[in-house]
């Protein structure tokens, strides 16, 4: 009986984790707002995910965003939290000059909110990231990533813009600046970020990954479809690629069809 209790207060205070943590996340109706054709699919492995995803507008550009955080479950909740905050608060002073100068400051309040002073005894705690932003007067993306990478569609091609080899935080390599990236945007452009959930599921009948060819492969097959079917075949591709295997980790796929101001 004793155990019976503890597992539901648990499992209630999993619950209102799991309210505090969608609360962070920008709102459906501001993510519709600033990128009308999009599609997010978010699928927790947990009652609460260490990744996340950030949408915002300062100005003409919009800043994009999606993060896998060390472990999940709770764990990887409060570092998505901590991913989030300090996302907001760098972009909220305009004191940055790319996506990279973005990540690099996100690194030192992350290394500095966890203690991290790159010792060899320090927690490896930190975030793979990809961050766009996204300059609509130009139509210019400008990316940053922590070992995530940016897939760009045009007409079925796919043009891939990957990070560095580093995650937001302390890393295993010497701590080095961050790569900026910029690239020209045509009308009808179709952007996904992703974190590694999706590839690394197990499944299919053999029970190996799904892989990264393949994701690009199904990427590029409905690419030119309205994103609300793109998030339905994604989803589809998943729940049958998995079958009855576990899900292993948080899963998340966020889509967004560009459209320039000209």
Known sequence: MKSERQERKLAESLKYASYIQQAIFPSNALINKLI???????????????????VSRRNDKLFMAVGDCTGHGVPGAFMSILGITFLNKIILSSNFSSAGSILNQMREHIMEALCQTGEETDQKDGIDLALCVLDTRKN?????GAFNPVYIIRDQNLFEIAGDKMPVGIGAEEERSFSSYIHELNNNDAIYLFTDG????????????????????LLIGISHLPMSEQESKIKQTFV??????????DVLVLGFRYHNCT
């Not at 054709?37 to 699928?43: M, P, V």
């Not at 210019?140 to 940053?144: D, E, H, P, R, T």
């Open 198 to 217: 999706f590839a690394d599921q197990f499944g299919g009948p053999s029970g190996r990954k799904f892989k990264y060819q393949p994701f690009r492969n």
């Open 36 to 54: 009308p054709e999009n599609f997010i699919f978010f699928k927790p492995r947990d009652v609460v995910s260490g990744d996340f995803f950030y």
């Open 240 to 249: 049958e690629w998995k079958g009855n295997h576990q899900q292993l980790d």
């Open 140 to 144: 210019i993306l400008n990316f940053a």
